[in-house]
Structures are given as structure tokens and as C-alpha cells.
């Protein structure tokens, strides 16, 4: 059982990798929105492209909020948090069933 239990690990290192590099791409967004970069680099497209989808059905249902002239985003947050739990829980479950199986 060893085996399944290695393989569980594994999985819930890719899935914590995964999640940490998601990460990284959105904390990129952000500061690619504060700073106004160039929409046609193709760092920012890629950046953009990757995480729009995810951020578009948040938008949904958390549109962004009017300050005067300009509008406050929370979806970045909200997915923040959402990564967060999905990192502490999936692999926090992954690794105690790999623990359970192995019986340690």
C-alpha cells in the first residue's frame, strides 16, 4: 500500500505546485493592472489569458465596485482566498489519507 499511499503524495505535491504557480500568475495580474502595463506584451497576454477565465465568473457574481472615477476589483481577492482553502484543504486531505493508508 506503500505505493498508492507515494502516489497520493505525489499528487497532492502537484496539485500544492499547481496551485502556488496560479498563484504567482495572479499576483502578476494585479500588479500588471496597478502599473497599466502594455496589453500587447506577450507576457501580460498569457498572464491575462490564463486567468480571465476564473476571474470572469467571480466578476459575475462580485462586480467590481464604483469609487468615484475609478472601480475597486475584489475578484482577485475572492480568488485569492478561493486558492488558499483549495491549497490548505486538498492537500491537507491528500497527505492525511496517504498517512492513514500507510498507517502511520
Request: charged fraction near 10%; hydrophobic fraction near 55%; avoid cysteine.
Amino acid at each position: 500500500m506503500f505505493i498508492f499511499s507515494n502516489l497520493i503524495i505525489a499528487i497532492s505535491e502537484i496539485t500544492k505546485l499547481v496551485l502556488t504557480v496560479y498563484n504567482i500568475l495572479l499576483v502578476i495580474r494585479v500588479f500588471a493592472s496597478w502599473v497599466s502595463a502594455n496589453p500587447y506584451n506577450p507576457i501580460v497576454r498569457i498572464v491575462y489569458v490564463l486567468t480571465e477565465p476564473v476571474l470572469k465568473p467571480i466578476r459575475r457574481i462580485i462586480p467590481p465596485i464604483p469609487l468615484g472615477a475609478v472601480y475597486i476589483d475584489l475578484s482577485p481577492i475572492v480568488l485569492f482566498l478561493i486558492i488558499h482553502f483549495l491549497n490548505n484543504f486538498i492537500v491537507g486531505t491528500l497527505r492525511d489519507l496517504a498517512s492513514h493508508i500507510r498507517g502511520v
